[in-house]
């Protein structure tokens, strides 16, 4: 079975590690190549690879905490905008020219983008009936509250795209990193066992099981 990345990225490490550590392993490995810059290139690798992979999980994170965050918002601002929307149906006149202003007319959509313009419009304009929302006893307060969740929606759903949009882009240079790493580690793990052939200790030091 071949090994999880973690453990190549902890073996690699390791070895590098100790063949900086041990002079007798790191003279041999010279001769083919593997300098102390050379080891020094692969360490960087290694940390690059660290390093994106916890930029990709910070962005499923993100994506994760904002989409539960938006529906969560959602719902409770449709409750409400479904209250007050009603009382404002109910009571105003059918001939009204604000039924198209608030955008009441219709079912509601199911779309993000469809439900958050009629609820947007119905907020943005509701002030042009309040005598209705002063008959129902619907406070600045309650309205302004309506329109702070609104806009919490829409900083969520920010925050949304951006936590998808790092995670792909965090993925797509995470591949090529890790394929890097991956070329470097077996090509150093090869030379590793032709020049240490000699002494399985200094291969064991490696992590290599002789």
């Not at 660290?50 to 719902?75: H, I, P, V």
């Not at 882009?169 to 591949?175: G, I, N, T």
């Not at 020049?195 to 030091?205: H, I, P, S």
């Amino acid at each position: 079975m071949s090994k999880t990345i973690d453990a190549q990225l902890r073996e690699l490490h390791m070895a590098i590690e100790g063949t900086l550590e041990n002079p007798a392993i790191m003279s041999k490995l010279s001769k083919f190549g593997y300098t102390q810059k050379v080891l020094q290139e692969g360490s960087a690798l290694v940390k690059e690879v660290k390093r994106l992979r916890t930029w990709q999980d910070e962005g499923y994170g993100m994506q994760k905490s904002a989409t539960q965050q938006f529906q969560s918002a959602r719902k409770e601002a449709h409750a409400t905008y479904m209250r007050h929307l009603s009382i404002v149906r109910l009571d105003l006149d059918p001939q009204s020219e604000y039924w198209d202003v608030l955008k009441i007319k219709g079912p509601r959509k199911q779309t993000i983008s469809g439900w958050l313009g009629q609820v947007t419009a119905f907020y943005d304009n509701i002030g042009r009936v309040q005598d209705i929302l002063d008959k129902h006893g619907i406070t600045e307060a309650e309205v302004a509250q309506a329109k702070a969740m609104i806009e919490a929606i829409d900083a969520y759903q920010v925050r949304q795209s951006k936590g998808k949009s790092e995670r792909q882009q965090a993925s797509v240079e995470s591949r090529k990193a890790l394929k890097a790493m991956q070329k470097w580690r077996s090509d150093f793990f090869y030379i590793a066992r032709h020049a240490l052939q000699d002494n399985k200790q200094q291969l064991e030091a490696l992590g290599q099981v002789v």
